[in-house]
């Protein structure tokens, strides 16, 4: 059978397979599930930068619903009371009855306080923490650098303190992508996790109001990310791993061939169990043997732009071109 393992952030996973950050990491009963069905590595429900300082009517008054996902998850669910220290013993108790990487996860969108608690990760024993840094890019008064340098600050911060790989979860509101993600990745960032996925509004026209978009991810979502992921493989030093939109092995396999180290699944998993992570690594072994690979490392990246023989259909031009040609 084919070997799966994969090195993502110095991390050695089993397989490329992660149970992304959501409810379904929010328990340690949830977490054993993940790893019971297969799962690489877990990233924990995320903790909000608000929890660790404890300024949770701040954090009502000011958190912008339409944006987050895990805010929404995080007000309608019963893990609506984690703070710092039921925080840490989640991981605690994760790292003492896991055997595969633990990763914690703290949702922030400032350099401020929280930082100085950034250590207490690494000190119980996380294997790596993921930032989801999100700023909603709404506010006409704010430069796309000064949004930048937010998280180029809140990465540099966190770096100085804690020496546990840290990796960046971001979304796609950025205009220079391929500059900003260099700079996150020299700034110190080991993996970069390519893409947060947002939870927006739609509206309902017959009550002519507001209403929330769909809270899970279909197959189709797939695209932007595998588009980032081919493009920056091999241009930066960090790890990608993949999320929003994969929902099967065949998912899986593309990010892995674009040049992802690890995939971070969740959607698929609310809707079809966790056990689907089980039949995902199946018909990714299977696909292995099929085309002949023994190992991820056989076929990792080999159809990033880096590594193709044709990598200016990886750009717009080429795809312009094809388009007029063809007409
Ligand atoms: C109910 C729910 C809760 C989530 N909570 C978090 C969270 O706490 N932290 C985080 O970084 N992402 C969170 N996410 C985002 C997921 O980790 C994932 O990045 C996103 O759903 C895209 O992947 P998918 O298409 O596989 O669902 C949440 C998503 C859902 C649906």
New binding site residues.
């Given amino acids: 059978m084919a070997d799966l393992r994969t090195t993502y952030m110095n991390l050695s996973l089993k397989n490329p397979v992660i149970a992304?950050?959501?409810?379904l990491t929010?328990s340690l009963e949830g977490v054993k599930k993940c790893e019971d069905a297969g799962a690489g590595a877990v990233?924990i429900?995320?903790l909000f930068e608000e929890q660790i300082t404890q300024d949770k009517n701040r954090m009502i008054g000011s958190m912008n619903f339409d944006a987050y996902?895990?805010a929404?998850?995080?007000f309608n669910?019963a893990s609506a009371d984690f703070y710092l220290d039921e925080y840490l013993g989640l991981v605690e108790d994760a790292k003492d009855s896991l055997d595969i990487p633990v990763i914690a996860?703290v949702?922030c969108v400032s350099s401020g306080q929280w930082i100085e608690y950034a250590e207490r990760f690494e000190n119980i024993g996380a294997d790596a923490l993921?930032l989801?840094i999100f700023v909603l890019p709404s506010n006409i008064g704010t430069s796309g650098s000064r949004i930048e340098e937010n998280y180029f600050e809140i990465l540099g911060n966190v770096k100085k303190n804690i020496n546990i790989p840290v990796a960046v979860?971001i979304g796609y509101h950025f205009s220079g992508m391929g500059n900003f993600i260099n700079n996150i990745s020299n700034k110190g960032a080991d993996g970069i996790?390519l893409?947060?996925?947002f939870y927006k509004i739609d509206i309902d026209i017959e009550n002519l109001s507001l209403k929330s978009s769909p809270?899970?991810?279909e197959p189709g979502?797939i695209y932007l990310a595998l588009q980032w992921i081919a493009l920056m493989a091999g241009e930066v030093s960090s790890d990608f791993s993949a999320?929003?939109?994969?929902?099967d092995a065949e998912g899986v396999i593309k990010h892995l061939l674009a040049g992802a180290k690890s995939t971070?699944?969740?959607?698929?998993?609310?809707k079809n169990g966790v056990k689907h992570i089980g039949e995902i690594i199946t018909d990714l072994e299977l696909w292995m043997d099929r085309k002949g690979y023994s190992s991820i490392s056989d076929f990792n990246g080999s159809l990033s732009q880096e590594n193709s023989s044709h990598p200016e259909s990886y750009e717009r031009s080429q795809f312009i071109k094809s388009v007029i040609g063809s007409a």
Avoid: M, P, W
């Fill in positions: 992304a950050s959501s409810s929010s990233v429900k995320s996902t895990d929404y998850d995080f669910s996860s949702n993921e989801n979860k996790v893409f947060n996925r809270l899970l991810s979502e999320a929003t939109g994969i929902h971070q699944l969740c959607s698929t998993l609310l």
